[in-house]
């Protein structure tokens, strides 16, 4: 990729840019196979397939602008670059972003919205934020300081959706503290829809202006799919074990309605649900469960599933905490716990056979899944776990609090392309 940003020394954000792309991925994927190998299943001679990749530049899905400048000449930069230069030409950027960007800046002229200046802690406008869509669509988010100039720009707002017909949805966010975040709390929608479709893999996640979008959607779509294949490919094993389970469980209630013949699989961490859906499309018959903490996001995951036509519960709720609290005394079969309050596992925190899901799917932030899940994992009898990592460090660090569970399979992934960050998938599986 070219860049003339880089080559002028204005951005230096994709720190590898001058080094070949094959290099960078070889780099990358040497690192972290010695990060991983203490972790390989010993029966396995090599569980690395090819890497997941995708275009080298306008793949981002997410534009973070910061605003300098000043009102009547504001300029668009990305956070912790200088702020010298204008980057709304990115090319990281897909088609029709630095259009919307430039509409972003009309408006903060005509609206006469100051930027913030950080040194003085004076000035509204933040950060400018632009979510696109592979159909060219986009939403437009404007970080402020305070809603001081909310009413200037409510007014010369329709002369940008007027002039960007891409433009499906505007929102403000106030943040008024002085941090590094990149935005608050307190989200006010503007114009247009409240969420924005998107395309990723075989499936359209609604995203919402605050829940959290993979920045590479065609290599998010990627790695939705394989994690939907590796459990598609492990489904005939796994459903034969929880056969057996349905079978002890029917011995012991025989009367009761028990629907644990179908594979069982959690989707923790679930987001806007790319890993669940896609593995209820490959696997019709699973019981799908996706956990996650933010409930904006399973607003989204459920509205998903339900234009999808696909059949998977969604929870907002702590994926650790919901995790152990199966293992609790008085939960059902499916999952579903019964009241207990306090209850949160049992004796060694082994969950139940009735109640263990035949694959975990982990998707953690960058610290990973920590101690408490990974040790819930470990006492568990779950066979399989497919573990999405942004933070390979944190993975291993997981992977020794679970030395019951082995890789067998697992797949680079180049996410941000030009930058030392590396992301994995690993499909691991129980040794004993």
Not at 51 to 59: K, T, V
Not at 93 to 107: H, I, T
Not at 298 to 317: K, M, N, S, Y
Not at 351 to 369: C, E, F, K, L, Y
Request: proline share 8%; hydrophobic share 40%.
């Amino acid at each position: 990729m070219q860049c003339h940003h880089f080559d002028a020394g204005e951005c230096r954000s994709c720190t590898l840019l001058d080094l070949p792309r094959e290099r960078q991925v070889a780099a990358a994927s040497t690192r972290i196979r010695e990060l991983l190998a203490p972790f390989v299943h010993t029966e396995v001679a090599d569980p690395w397939e090819p890497p997941i990749l995708g275009p080298e530049a306008g793949f981002r899905s997410r534009g973070k602008m910061a605003v300098a400048g000043t009102a009547a000449s504001p300029v668009l930069g990305l956070p912790g670059q200088p702020t010298t230069a204008d980057l709304s030409d990115c090319p990281l950027y897909p088609p029709g972003v630095e259009e919307v960007l430039e509409g972003a800046k009309q408006l903060i002229r005509r609206a006469q919205v100051p930027p913030y200046d950080v040194a003085r802690r004076r000035g509204e406008i933040k950060n400018v934020l632009v979510t696109v869509t592979p159909q060219a669509e986009h939403y437009l988010r404007l970080v402020l300081r305070s809603q001081k100039a909310l009413a200037r720009i409510r007014e010369h707002l329709p002369r940008l959706l007027e002039a960007h017909p891409s433009v499906v949805g505007v929102s403000a966010n106030i943040h008024p503290a002085h941090t590094t975040a990149v935005e608050g709390e307190q989200e006010i929608h503007l114009a247009g829809s409240t969420s924005i479709g998107v395309r990723t893999g075989d499936v359209e996640l609604q995203a919402r202006p605050q829940s959290f979008l993979q920045t590479n959607t065609e290599v998010a779509g990627e790695l939705y799919r394989q994690a939907a294949a590796w459990i598609a490919g492990a489904g005939v094993g796994l459903e034969r074990a929880a056969a057996g389970r349905a079978q002890a469980a029917t011995r012991r209630a025989p009367a009761a309605t028990d629907a644990a013949h179908d594979l069982r699989v959690w989707d923790l961490y679930c987001g806007l649900g790319g890993f669940a859906l896609h593995v209820a499309r490959a696997v019709p018959s699973a019981e799908v469960t996706g956990v996650e903490a933010s409930a904006q996001a399973i607003e989204g995951a459920r509205e998903a599933a339900q234009a999808e036509g696909l059949d998977v519960r969604f929870l907002a709720e702590d994926a650790t905490a919901w995790a152990r609290r199966q293992s609790a005394p008085g939960c059902s079969t499916d999952g579903r716990p019964k009241p207990s309050p306090g209850a949160l596992g049992g004796g060694n925190g082994a969950v139940p056979d009735s109640g263990a899901p035949d694959v975990v799917i982990v998707n953690p932030p960058r610290r990973g899944i920590g101690g408490e899940l990974a040790s819930w994992l470990q006492e568990s009898p779950v066979p399989q776990v497919v573990y999405s990592s942004c933070n390979p460090a944190t993975l291993a660090t997981d992977l020794t609090v679970m030395p019951s569970l082995r890789i067998v399979a697992a797949r680079y992934v180049d996410m941000f392309p030009h930058t030392e960050h590396a992301e994995v998938i690993v499909m691991l599986r129980r040794i004993h």
